[in-house]
């Protein structure tokens, strides 16, 4: 599949980006990044994001991530979405939904998901439902990583394209400097 490539801010979650990054190797391995700053398993905040954001755009988006408090989540839960996406949520998903909503406010052009869903679920892709792949299977590969307990204190600006997935920005979260 080819992508002429979107950005998205994200919170990477590293503790699960091995897992992610051989999902993604094994259904194409185009999208794999070579960039180190790079964190194939992230829970989306606003994406597609502004292919050419300005400078006004990314000191916005500067602003709310000072805002923002560094918190911890807890991801544990394997389920799935009505579409079969299966996935993790994050626990508490308040301060990631508090984080949409702020760059939604910020950017009404770019609503999540291109506006697809009416009420974003915060979560961490997994993998698609599909012949041999199940809730069950996923869950099983995952157990001896669950629970996962990240710190919450980045959100970065990826850009996601064939052969060419890397971090365009990054923002501490409580950085006022």
Known sequence: MWSEGHSVLVVGVPELDDDVRARTAHYDASFLATDPAFVHAHITLLGPWLSEPSRTDLDTVATIMARTEPFEATLATVDTFPNGLIHLRPEPEEPFRALTAALAEAFPQCPP??????????????????????????????????????????????????????VRESWKLGHRG
Do not use: K, M
Not at 124 to 136: P, V
């Open 113 to 166: 998901y291109a506006g697809t869903f009416p009420d974003p679920v915060p979560h961490l892709t997994l993998d698609r439902r599909a012949e041999g792949i199940t809730l069950d299977s996923v869950e099983r590969d995952l157990r001896h990583l669950l629970p996962v307990r990240t710190h919450v204190d980045r959100v970065d600006l990826q850009w996601w394209a064939n052969h060419d997935c890397h």
